[in-house]
């Protein structure tokens, strides 16, 4: 009975681990959709946020499961602060790479 019990935890700890990175991934899109720094800012720290709170909640996951039901989770790479790369990138090589 504490097998079936806990089989429902996890599965619950997974749909909302789900939910989270859906959240993260909406924040990030109107991240690179807004003009206003501030606004994208602040998205992308929300987003931030979420993956935080989803790496936890994965780990609490993968420490829940028995060993022989864990199948290899692929992780989503936490993006850096792509804006500052899109923006450097508009700009020619001559006027970046000033050695």
């Not at 022989?68 to 500052?84: G, I």
Request: charged residues 40%; aromatic residues 6%; contains cysteine.
């Amino acid at each position: 009975m504490q097998n079936k019990k806990n089989q429902s935890s996890v599965g619950m700890m997974i749909q909302r681990c789900h939910k989270w990175r859906q959240k993260r991934k909406q924040y990030m899109d109107q991240a690179r959709q807004t003009a206003d720094e501030v606004e994208r800012e602040r998205l992308m720290q929300a987003a931030e946020h979420y993956g935080r709170i989803v790496n936890e909640e994965q780990g609490k996951i993968d420490s829940t499961r028995d060993p022989k039901d864990k199948t290899p989770v692929p992780e989503e790479p936490l993006e850096a602060d792509t804006t500052e790369d899109e923006e450097e990138s508009t700009f020619p090589d001559f006027i970046t790479d000033l050695k």
